[in-house]
């Protein structure tokens, strides 16, 4: 599915504190940022209301989980991916997260069969940041061969290294920090890996006590869906300019947006 860009001006807006289906430590305070999707001038914007957030806060030991899905659709991953290997938030204990578009993009390196779903669900604008030009739905094999090896000259052996280190998942306290979800009633170790970067409907539609609170992305809302399992934060931040972190602290949430 391709999406309408609407880029304008963008500011920062903080919510009250709520309580929060599940705890973290009572050391630790938590930040989860959805998915980027090649808006680096969000991520950007996100990180240093984060810093300011947490200078402002009593002093607890931070840590912020990224939940995947840094490139495609935006305009800039390549700046995306290169903003976040500097280490963006020192002081901070840092989780990336692999989603279903890192999946793919790392798949069209050796799998020229992806290319033209890929390039359709954004993979066009991830190129475009690397240089090379593409068409959506690109299906001719001669091209797709081409833009392989042309990606394999681009793409920075810092970049390889980025993805190919991404998290499948991260658990700190109650909750469970993955992209897309987890099957219920599957115990983690056995799940699918696919399941992780790309459930829907069996996961959102549930109920159940997963054991944790599962903390997503991938799935877009208009608002952060925050319900006794499970809390989606995936706004739509490359097509609407929302791009939203949870804070997560003792038994207490907050959101920080881009708006």
């Known amino acids: 599915m391709r999406f309408s860009l609407r880029r304008r001006a963008a500011s920062i807006r903080r919510s009250d504190w709520h309580p929060a289906p599940a705890q973290v430590p009572e050391d630790e305070r938590v930040y989860a940022i959805g998915d980027i999707h090649g808006r680096l001038d969000l991520l950007q914007m996100l990180v240093a209301a984060v810093e300011e957030e947490q200078r402002g806060l009593p ?31 020192p002081d901070f204990a840092r989780v990336y997260l692999r989603g279903n578009h890192e999946d793919w993009f790392e798949s069209f390196r050796s799998d020229m069969s992806v290319g033209p779903s890929w ?9 475009a940041s690397y240089g090379l030009r593409a068409t959506p739905g690109e ?34 306290g109650g909750y469970l920090f993955v992209h897309a979800g987890i099957r219920p009633g599957v115990p983690l170790a056995e799940q699918a890996i696919d399941d992780f970067y790309w459930i829907r409907d069996a996961f959102l539609r549930s109920n159940a006590d997963h054991g944790h609170v599962v903390v997503h992305g991938h799935t877009i809302a208009n608002e952060a869906q925050v319900c006794p399992n499970r809390i989606g934060i995936d706004t739509g931040a490359f097509a609407t300019n929302v ?3 949870l804070v997560l602290e003792a038994d207490r949430y907050r959101l920080i947006q881009t708006a």
């Open 59 to 89: 002093p607890l030991r931070p840590t912020v989980v990224f939940l995947g899905d840094y490139v495609d659709r935006g305009p800039e991953s390549r700046g995306v991916i290169d903003f976040l290997l500097e280490q963006p938030l």
């Open 119 to 127: 390039l359709y669900c954004g993979g066009v604008e991830t190129l």
């Open 139 to 172: 299906d001719d094999p001669m091209r797709l061969r081409a833009l392989q090896a042309d990606l394999a000259t681009s793409l920075p052996a810092s970049h390889r290294a980025f993805l190919r280190e991404l998290e499948l998942y991260r658990e700190i």
């Open 243 to 245: 791009l939203t972190c």
